[in-house]
């Protein structure tokens, strides 16, 4: 009887100390055109770095659909790179299907002047990477100073992924030598699609808006929940955006959470996501 109790115990505490799965990742990407990639359990995406632009010169936020449980980002990247599989073709975790360009693709800030939106000069240049466990990542992506309404402004871009949330948090400081500057926090709507608008929270459930390499049957939503913005309007052009806006003095910081999910991913329709904004 003694012995069957400390095998018992004896495997409970293997369990004890066995290593935990990672939910989180978050890195620089040097193999692909200087990619920062981002993902917990349930999303995933990445911002460009210097290698890419031109190709675009974009500080939108590009969401990679995935099946929520397992980290896939690192894996797409082998198969893209060196097994020649792209990952804008789903092998039943997900894949690449939302376009960008310049814009905030699924979730970035920009200064906004005289109803446009004033995007960087270039793509992020350096990170940090703050803190990092198994549950929970913190970085920095810092923008380099350009020129906004004759006012030099530059951005550091902290970013904290958690698991189990289909939210990132942004926490967006601008400096530079103005006074005020508006901020605009939002998404692309690429199809001026069905939208939620409700107080310090907005969304959409849209058609997928990439089908170069594979034709997409599902549906993508984005969402934003910015307690401290001061209105949400709608912002037409040659990119329409829906976006939070704030107005802030040099060296303040804009915070927001940014996030997304897949129909074919475990939220199933607009109901669903919009839903889940309202609740986070």
Known sequence: ???????????????????????????????????????????????????LEGNPTSPGFDIWVKVPGALVADQRYVDELQNGLSYHVDRGNGKDCYKVAVSLGGGAS???????????????????ILEQSNDKVVFVLHYPAWEVAG?????????????DSYFFKAEDTYSGDFDTLTIAAGFW????????????????????????LEPEDGMIGV???????????RIEGKRNHIAGLKTIAAGDTVT?????????????????????IENF
């Open 151 to 163: 006012k030099s402004v530059s951005l550091d871009k902290k970013v904290t992924v958690c698991a």
């Open 189 to 212: 709507d690429h199809f001026q699609s069905t939208s939620l608008l409700s107080g310090d929270r907005f969304g959409i459930w849209e058609a997928a808006s990439d089908q170069s």
């Open 256 to 276: 927001y959470w940014f996030g997304s999910c897949w129909s074919k991913g475990g939220v199933e329709n607009a109901e669903d996501w919009f839903t889940i």
């Open 110 to 128: 920009v200064p906004y002047v005289d109803g446009e939106l004033a995007y960087p000069a270039t793509n992020y240049r350096s990170y940090e």
């Open 1 to 51: 009887m003694k012995k069957i109790i400390f095998l018992a115990l004896a495997v409970m505490g293997f369990a004890a100390c066995a290593p935990k799965e990672a939910k989180v990742m978050a890195r620089f990407v040097p193999e692909r055109a200087d990619d920062f990639i981002m993902e917990n359990n349930l999303v995933c995406g990445r911002f460009y770095g210097e290698a």
């Open 223 to 233: 969402g934003i929940v910015m307690p401290d913005a001061e209105q949400i309007v």
